[in-house]
């Protein structure tokens, strides 16, 4: 991987302690912006913005979790920044299609699949 990528700022992620990371199902929430982030953390009734740590999160990170199996919930800036980054890295994935929801959020789920 290169270095250059794995700096990369792909978005943010919020939490509320190590172990509570702000997520949508079982996937990490990633948004483009940290105003993103808030307004999420909001939406999702999980108190206040301010009761959480908001932090950037790097492409080589997300790609470490993955490898780890964890999944991931990108917004539309974040996704847009993130999958070419990962396609150059072998992940099957193409653009989205964001169109409005009644809730206003569309997220995109990125996890790999292990076989076994």
Do not use: W
């Not at 794995?6 to 702000?22: L, N, Q, R, T, W």
């Not at 105003?35 to 790609?63: C, D, P, Q, W």
């Not at 470490?64 to 070419?84: H, K, Q, S, V």
């Amino acid at each position: 991987m290169a270095a250059a990528d794995d700096a990369k700022v792909i978005g943010y992620f919020a939490y509320a302690s190590p172990s509570e990371v702000v997520c949508d199902g079982d996937a990490c929430i990633v948004a483009g912006s940290a105003a993103g982030l808030r307004a999420y953390v909001l939406e999702l009734g999980l108190g206040s913005a301010i009761n959480h740590t908001l932090k950037k999160t790097r492409f080589g990170e997300i790609m470490r979790g993955i490898r780890l199996g964890a999944a991931y919930a990108f917004d539309e800036t974040a996704y847009n920044r993130f999958y070419p980054l990962a396609k150059r890295q072998g992940l099957d994935l193409g653009p989205e299609d964001f169109p409005p929801t009644a809730t206003g959020r569309h997220f995109v789920r990125v996890q790999l699949k292990f076989r076994t």
